[in-house]
């Protein structure tokens, strides 16, 4: 509740043009705060978060958490596979996953293949309703190739909240500060 608070007591104060007594801001934001927006509510869950999966082949590994803290799993290659100079491969966990209620799972590079090798990720995202074999695109932008090992660290699985807001046409969109300023435009400093 402190965000809406925040949100109307900043709102009120930048609009002073905007005529409303103290007690019907009160009730606006007693009426905010019990009408959440339909298109944020997120799925409940009882009990703890559950990420399931499932060995395709008997080489595949479990994802694995290298602190209690970490944020993600660290996904492992099922196969050698070399990931050409400049190029690109689709590199086999072996897993199928189950993601939680109201999560989708964003594969991310791991730091030190990023810094020590120049290896990155893409098509990062998993969607919740997925039950494929989980597979990581690993671009090289180094120019030697690179080896994975069976076995190797390739990627993280980080599960995230989602929402799934409902879409709406509209012939404008609200005005801000900084409009379609993008690209650089607030500054390097």
Not at 38 to 54: A, D, H, I, Q, R
Not at 86 to 106: H, Q, S
Not at 152 to 160: G, K, N, P, S
């Amino acid at each position: 509740m402190c965000l809406y608070r925040q949100f109307f007591t900043s709102f009120f104060a930048a609009n002073s043009s905007f005529s409303i007594s103290n007690l019907n801001r009160q009730r606006a934001l007693r009426q905010f705060v019990k009408k959440p927006l339909n298109n944020t509510k997120m799925p409940s869950s009882k009990g703890p978060l559950v990420l399931k999966y499932t060995k395709v082949v008997p080489e595949a590994y479990p994802p694995t958490k290298g602190s209690t803290k970490a944020a993600g799993y660290d996904l492992k290659s099922a196969s050698d596979v070399v990931v050409p100079a400049r190029g690109k491969a689709l590199v086999d966990t072996g897993l199928k996953i189950e993601l939680p209620v109201g999560c989708y799972g964003r594969v991310a590079p791991r730091s030190g293949l990023a810094v020590k090798n120049f290896i990155d990720v893409g098509a990062g995202v998993v969607d919740e309703d997925y039950r494929g074999i989980l597979k990581v695109v690993l671009f090289n932008h180094s120019d030697n190739d690179f080896e994975v090992k069976s076995g190797d660290r390739i990627a993280q699985l980080i599960c995230e909240k989602i929402y799934y807001p409902e879409l709406e046409e509209v012939e404008e969109l609200t005005e801000t500060v900084r409009g379609e300023g993008g690209f650089g435009s607030t500054g390097n400093k």
